[in-house]
């Protein structure tokens, strides 16, 4: 693997529009709406995407210690550690964050908080709601 950054090519039918604020909006398809994607939290699926990145980097040995990867992405090695931990979370609570159907309470720093490693245990990795 060479040091240049990965190229990743999907393709689907989309439309891109560009309404009056100037500002490009993606159209999906109306047989592909059944994501509410405008409701999903951009803050935390970026986070989700940057943690397997970053695992899929250690994983095929291009850093061999969170302090190497986070020296290369510039960044605290405690904050790689953090959210390397969000790999860990359940498929369903994974899925539900890429859907947008994660509880409103679910935020980036709530889980970067310790959770239970094992699937089953995760249903309350989710702060309760305030009453």
Same mark, same amino acid.
């Not at 990743?8 to 047989?31: E, F, H, N, Y």
């Not at 899925?95 to 947008?100: K, P, Q, R, V």
């Not at 310790?114 to 699937?119: A, I, N, Q, R």
């Given at each position: 693997?060479?040091?240049?950054?990965?190229m990743l090519t999907?393709?689907?039918?989309?439309?891109?529009?560009?309404?009056?604020?100037?500002?490009?909006?993606?159209?999906?398809?109306a047989s592909t709406?059944?994501?509410?994607?405008?409701?999903?939290?951009?803050?935390?699926?970026?986070?989700?995407?940057?943690?397997?990145?970053?695992?899929?980097?250690?994983?095929?040995?291009?850093?061999?210690?969170?302090?190497?990867?986070?020296?290369?992405?510039?960044?605290?090695? $405690?904050?790689? $550690?953090?959210?390397?931990?969000?790999?860990?979370?359940?498929?369903?609570?994974?899925?539900?964050?890429?859907?947008?159907?994660?509880?409103?309470?679910?935020?980036?720093?709530?889980?970067?908080?310790?959770?239970?490693?094992?699937?089953?245990?995760?249903?309350?990795?989710?702060?309760?709601?305030?009453?």
């Amino acid at each position: 693997m060479t040091g240049a950054a990965q190229m990743l090519t999907v393709r689907g039918p989309l439309a891109v529009r560009k309404p009056r604020g100037g500002r490009k909006l993606v159209i999906a398809p109306a047989s592909t709406t059944n994501r509410n994607s405008s409701a999903a939290n951009t803050t935390l699926v970026k986070a989700l995407a940057r943690a397997f990145r970053w695992r899929r980097m250690m994983e095929v040995g291009r850093y061999g210690t969170i302090d190497e990867l986070a020296a290369a992405e510039r960044i605290n090695s $405690s904050y790689v $550690s953090r959210l390397l931990r969000l790999t860990l979370l359940a498929p369903d609570i994974i899925e539900a964050i890429l859907d947008g159907r994660q509880p409103e309470a679910m935020t980036l720093p709530g889980l970067m908080e310790p959770f239970p490693v094992e699937w089953a245990e995760q249903d309350g990795v989710a702060p309760p709601s305030p009453a």
